[in-house]
């Protein structure tokens, strides 16, 4: 496994980044903890999770229960991670307003899920804090300020931000600037070789900032895996399978597959050395229904292209990007 800086932490995570946002559902509970400890094994230790992981009834599928009665992934991933908690960053985060009363980035509301995610976790400090996403109802500086107060209580490490547009990224590190508070030290986004809208501004701000940048969606729901994706069954929200990719997004997939045959690699050790090789980017996180997904998706950590591979890569999607 190959490691990273993150931002101006000092702290160096792993390139690959478990994600558990099925963890309940696909994989189960006790499947997720053999997947978590196979990660560990192969010197992954950055693990990302958030409040509402696991529970959201957008991840029923058949076979699985029931949205109401299944566990908080945090849940899951701390007894996963008990014994061996000091040798991980866990990142964690809360905010998303979308889910209604009582959610959001209001002081009230991070100080409680904060909590909450802690016991869940079986820990007393989390690594990595993201705002989830953007609260137009809170102001900004009402957020950072209760971000500051539980580093400064050491209940957190360091905080950041997940889908914020640059210009509210760039506003935050002011406004923390101007008041002295603890300020994000990285951006997590979805971006891979399809989907690069990060590249227009947020990448250019993260590197302005000595920022990094954590992506998600790292294969666009599995089409840059390679395009037998297209064969499974479509349940819940797996927004990005069967029809609901658009023919040029099934192009680039197609490219990525012939490239991989052509180079003697796999299609997700193509997309993946790619998207670890762009400026600012730490760590992708990767999700895994079996310890055979973490072990391959790990090993692309260890895939370098030579720069002729890359550019013709980053060709594949020029025209969506200039």
Known sequence: MEYALLGPTG???SKICLGTATFGVSPDERDAERVVHAALDLGINFFDTANVYGTLSVFDQPGAPPSAEREPAEQIL???????????VLATKSGERRLGPGAGLSRRHIIEQVDTSLRRLQTDYID????HWPDPDTPLEQ??????????????RYVALS????????QALWIADDRRLHAPVCAQVRYNLIDRAAEQELMPACQQFGLSIVTYSPLHGGLLAGTRILERDIYGWQRFSGSGFSETELEIGRAVEQLSQEWGLQPHE??????????TVASAIVGAETVDEITANAAAANTHLE??????LTALNADENT
Do not use: F, H, I
Request: aromatic share 10%.
């Open 307 to 312: 720069q002729t591979q890359l550019d013709a």
């Open 143 to 156: 957020t950072l300020q209760a971000y500051d107060d539980l580093v400064r209580q050491g209940k957190l």
């Open 270 to 279: 193509l997309s993946l050395a790619w998207l670890l090789s762009r400026p």
């Open 78 to 88: 701390g007894r996963a991670l008990a014994g061996r908690r000091d040798n991980v």
């Open 128 to 131: 990595l804090y993201y705002a």
């Open 163 to 170: 889908n914020y547009p640059a210009w509210q990224l760039t």
């Open 11 to 13: 702290v160096e995570v």
